[in-house]
């Protein structure tokens, strides 16, 4: 029996580097990093600092890495800091901004929309107290909110909560694995994402292609004190041009990313015609209610879709591996059972 092609859209981290961005890899001018610094990931870096609006930025071979470095910065031994419900440095960091970091975390609940903090919540949150209470100290944003669906946070809230924390005396690291999903969604440049963040980290392997790498920014001062972190965690890298060319080829991609966006809501529209109940997606992710999430994805997987669960729900993403030719197949795979 031939078996069915199977169509992965459990996180657009399964992109494959394709020829372009592996040539690009070959044939990269590098050097020692941690003695010289490799001239591939000065530039890559140097570019990313422009695009964010920030004075510098750091290479790091992981996301999750890159939030780790600005906490270990921000946060004294028992600071508590402050992320919206769901968030990465909460959910997804196995404990690191506690182990690593010396924070102790507080969610705060979403408003009315998803992912996107009031800042009425922030400054009730970020209460203070005599010395002998927890202090608060740092605000920790994410967009796109990746556990809301993907939901973006406009420059006009942004500012407001950046405003809030600047208030009541919090610095702000912003979590912005996919910023570049919402510079392209709101049709903004990725600095009007920024503005008044002390730290902002991205990511170069979701939705972009690269296979390995992101970027933690911010002053001067900043990054040379993240360098020092970066090292004293084990991200040190050597010839690291090999990767930066990965991340400059992907940085050239941003605009596409408006394909998978489109992918995404052809996909939410054809599952709620099939009487599922799901999101309406900003960018590239659609959540689907299910009653039973295992059951769901094992019928899925039976017919060769693949899908991830998080928080209860089924998520699909759609990435520039896939056309819109596959999610025409994926609906008509999926209209072949009830999940």
Sequence with gaps: MTKVREID??????TQPDESMRLAMARAEVGDDVLDR??????LEERAADLLGVEA???VPSATMGNLVALMIHLQRGDRFLAPKGAHVLDDELGASVWLSGGMPEAVDWGAWPGRLPVEAVRATARSGPYYKLRTTLLCLENTHNAAGGTVTPPDEHAK???????VGLKVHLDGARLWHASVALSVPPAALTVGVDTVQVCLSKGLGAPIGGLVGGSDAFVAEARRVRKMLGGGVRQGGIMAAAGLVALDRIPSLLDDHANARKLAEGLANLGWEVNQPETNIVLAA????DVTLGALKRVGVLAAPIGGQVRFIPHRDLTARDVDEVLSRVAKFHG
């Excluded at 859209?9 to 399964?14: E, I, N, P, Y």
């Design 9 to 14: 859209l459990r996180s657009d981290t399964v």
């Design 38 to 43: 490799d001239p591939t990931m000065r530039a």
């Design 57 to 59: 930025t750091l290479w």
């Design 161 to 167: 909560l950046v405003a809030t924390a600047r208030d």
């Design 290 to 293: 299910t009653p039973d999430v």
